[in-house]
């Protein structure tokens, strides 16, 4: 599975970005997909899965009420609405896939990245 991050840039606090992750080889509904995000300095961490058939979703709890994790089976994409930034968002945001339709949140179950987009939130 190859991944393609787009949507990152440069916004306000209290502004939104959509990030979007175009998916390519494979079956997309049969992948869970996710979003990680890194920091300068700091541990590549959880954000938002969502299972192959986007029928459910878990969020990090730095993002819930925030953040809305979608996906488009049909466009082979997936998407991360972004609302409400804070300066703390600010990171490198990586899409991710693993086979199987189950949503997962732990880092090393996921077998596919994309190259990452970076997002920089100023106050």
């Known amino acids: 599975v190859q991944l393609q991050a787009s949507g990152g840039g440069l916004v306000q606090a209290g502004d939104s970005l959509r990030l979007s992750c175009a998916a390519s080889g494979r079956t997309f509904s049969n992948y869970r997909m996710a979003w990680f995000r890194q920091a300068p300095g700091k541990e590549r961490e959880f954000v938002a899965t969502?299972?192959?058939?986007?029928?459910?979703?878990y969020y990090a709890d730095s993002v819930k009420g925030r953040f809305t994790i979608s996906r488009d089976n049909a466009k082979n994409t997936v998407y991360l609405q972004m609302n409400s930034l804070n300066p703390e968002d600010t990171a490198v945001y990586y899409c991710a896939a693993a086979f199987g339709r189950v949503a997962v949140t732990t880092i090393r179950q996921y077998e596919y990245w994309g190259q990452g987009t970076q997002v920089t939130v100023s106050s």
């Open positions: 969502i299972s192959g058939n986007g029928g459910t979703t």
